[in-house]
């Protein structure tokens, strides 16, 4: 089964510091993954695309990693504000003639002034 | 403005009725997703349409019947609300499929 795991659930740092969430998903054959922002009571924003043949993909302080072999990514947030706090989930389209994103359940983030 | 939008933000509706759920796009994406939310689950994807005329299954689809007549507008309907269907519900929509997912500000749904 192809499955998309956010460990940990929530991390809570305080402002400033740097840190890095992780996704890890089941299988490598992988056309891309997205990592979305989901502020309370509202939709997802997608931060970052990376296609299977890119390695990372960079927006502002954001930074996104992607190795399909050992089926893992992270989004690097740099110097962390208060205004990062939400929750970030990352979403993988396997290959194998799926029309859907697999998502994470996410990992909501606080950043502490 | 540009963008999408679904409406009603909330509802609150009895077992047994029938309730549709709006959705509109103003980019003309190909592309447009409706997906729910609940705790536990994630995000599932109900329905999807790559163009007009054309919509597939998806995830979690029983229960839901979806149309889209016009490029813009993809409603979702549920035919005879169940409890089980109280969730937040997502419309999104790309210009091709794997490209940037948008998302609209969800639909508050609750069946007493």
């Known amino acids: 089964k192809q499955e998309v795991t956010q460990i940990p659930a929530a991390l809570s740092v305080p402002e400033g510091e740097n840190l890095v969430l992780n996704c890890s998903f089941t299988?490598?054959?992988?056309?891309?993954l997205q990592w979305f922002r989901q502020d309370p009571g509202k939709g997802l924003t997608s931060l970052l695309l990376?296609?299977?043949?890119?390695r990372e993909q960079t927006s502002g302080r954001l930074n996104a990693s992607l190795d399909k072999s050992s089926g893992r990514s992270t989004l690097y947030i740099a110097a962390s504000q208060p205004g990062d706090s939400a929750t970030y989930l990352c979403a993988v389209r396997f290959q194998g003639g799926s029309e859907k994103l697999v998502f994470g359940k996410g990992t909501k983030l606080t950043v502490n002034p | 403005d540009a963008g999408i939008t679904q409406s009603p933000r909330y509802k609150i509706t009895e077992t047994g009725r029938q309730v549709t759920l709006m959705c509109h796009q103003t980019w003309s994406h190909s592309y447009m997703f409706w997906y729910r939310q609940d705790l536990g689950h994630g995000l599932r994807l109900i329905y999807y349409s790559a163009a007009a005329d054309i919509t597939d299954k998806g995830e979690v689809p029983d229960g839901y019947v979806v149309s889209r007549s016009k490029t813009e507008n993809f409603p979702l309907t549920l035919e005879s609300a169940t409890r089980s269907q109280t969730s937040v519900y997502f419309c999104a929509s790309s210009q091709f499929l794997g490209e940037k997912l948008f998302f609209g500000s969800g639909t508050q749904l609750s069946v007493l």
């Open positions: 299988d490598s054959a992988i056309y891309n």
């Open positions: 990376i296609q299977s043949s890119q």
